[in-house]
């Protein structure tokens, strides 16, 4: 086992991401079907993208055209709760695991910005599946701790897409947190709902044993082994229950975005109720 094979398995990570979305919309969305029309959409005017933290998600877009989507997603280290008593020194995409929900339309021109702040250690990217070319502006976007990168792309196929970082040892940053979603809305929209929720799953690999208290570093050797410490929605235990509960009413209809982004584990995810 090494980095390699943990960077495969996200990849793997990336499709079922996909198909959860299209099991979940009963609008005949085509997934990653292409249509070459959508290349000569016109772009018309510019919007600052809204990123979300989990498990929310941005407003459904209405526009009934492209437009430049400008997206500005900074790279933090910063300690976190894992669970009561556990820290964990994270690696997120704009402070939160999983990484800000990101959400665009078929056709947009996505003009990407990727800062990473002045107080991190290590330079850090971002591998986006919904980007067609090489690595997902993984080169592109390449960052030093204070510096800022930014490539720019078109959103060419609809669908729920990982993103992560991909600086080596890849394996290792997506076990810090570097992950989370990107939807990229069919040109026609998906289907009214009443909520919307945002769900990733991840797997975390600690010097100390679950629930071993105080700050906890980064083991290597588990990871490799694959046999994680904690395996969470949301980046921490207990991020989807009692006051950080999903709520909606009865009867509402509720749309799940479901990734996961690994680096090791399978996910088997179900919803009761
Ligand atoms: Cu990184």
Same mark, same amino acid.
């Given at each position: 086992?090494?980095?390699?094979?943990?960077?495969?398995?996200?990849?793997?990570?990336?499709?079922?991401?996909?198909?959860?979305?299209?099991?979940?919309?009963?609008?005949?969305?085509?997934?990653?079907?292409?249509?070459?029309?959508?290349?000569?959409?016109?772009?018309?005017?510019?919007?600052?993208?809204?990123?979300?933290?989990?498990?929310?998600?941005?407003?459904?877009?209405?526009?009934?055209?492209?437009?430049?989507?400008?997206?500005? #997603?900074?790279?933090?280290? +910063? !300690?976190?709760?894992?669970?009561? /008593?556990?820290? $964990?020194?994270?690696?997120?995409? %704009?402070? @939160?695991?999983?990484?800000?929900?990101?959400?665009?339309?078929?056709?947009?021109?996505?003009?990407?910005?990727?800062?990473?702040?002045?107080?991190?250690?290590?330079?850090?990217?971002?591998?986006?599946?919904?980007?067609?070319?090489?690595?997902?502006?993984?080169?592109?976007?390449?960052?030093?701790?204070?510096?800022?990168?930014?490539?720019?792309?078109?959103?060419?196929?609809?669908?729920?897409?990982?993103?992560?970082?991909?600086?080596?040892?890849?394996?290792?940053?997506?076990?810090?947190?570097?992950?989370?979603?990107?939807?990229?809305?069919?040109?026609?929209? #998906?289907?009214?709902?009443? +909520? !919307?929720?945002?769900?990733?799953? /991840?797997?975390? $690999?600690?010097?100390?044993?679950? %629930?071993? @208290?105080?700050?906890?570093?980064?083991?290597?050797?588990?990871?490799?082994?694959?046999?994680?410490?904690?395996?969470?929605?949301?980046?921490?235990?207990?991020?989807?229950?009692?006051?950080?509960?999903?709520?909606?009413?009865?009867?509402?209809?509720?749309?799940?975005?479901?990734?996961?982004?690994?680096?090791?584990?399978?996910?088997?995810?179900?919803?009761?109720?």
């Amino acid at each position: 086992m090494n980095t390699k094979t943990i960077f495969k398995q996200s990849a793997i990570a990336a499709s079922f991401a996909v198909a959860l979305l299209l099991g979940s919309c009963s609008g005949g969305n085509k997934g990653s079907e292409n249509s070459s029309s959508n290349t000569t959409q016109a772009i018309e005017g510019e919007e600052i993208a809204v990123l979300t933290a989990a498990p929310n998600v941005p407003p459904p877009i209405t526009r009934k055209h492209a437009t430049k989507m400008i997206v500005k #997603l900074e790279v933090i280290e +910063k !300690e976190m709760e894992m669970m009561d /008593g556990v820290k $964990y020194n994270y690696w997120t995409f %704009g402070g @939160s695991v999983p990484g800000l929900f990101i959400r665009v339309r078929e056709g947009d021109l996505v003009e990407f910005h990727l800062s990473n702040h002045a107080n991190n250690k290590l330079p850090h990217n971002i591998d986006l599946h919904a980007v067609s070319g090489e690595g997902g502006g993984a080169a592109a976007t390449f960052t030093a701790p204070g510096h800022e990168t930014q490539f720019s792309f078109t959103a060419l196929n609809p669908g729920l897409y990982i993103y992560h970082c991909a600086t080596a040892p890849v394996g290792m940053h997506i076990a810090n947190g570097m992950y989370g979603l990107i939807l990229v809305e069919p040109k026609e929209g #998906l289907p009214k709902v009443d +909520k !919307e929720f945002y769900v990733c799953q /991840g797997d975390f $690999y600690t010097k100390g044993n679950y %629930g071993e @208290s105080g700050l906890q570093q980064f083991n290597m050797d588990k990871a490799l082994k694959e046999q994680p410490d904690y395996v969470v929605f949301n980046g921490q235990v207990g991020a989807l229950s009692g006051d950080k509960s999903m709520k909606a009413k009865v009867g509402d209809k509720v749309r799940l975005f479901v990734g996961n982004g690994g680096p090791n584990m399978l996910s088997s995810f179900h919803v009761i109720g």
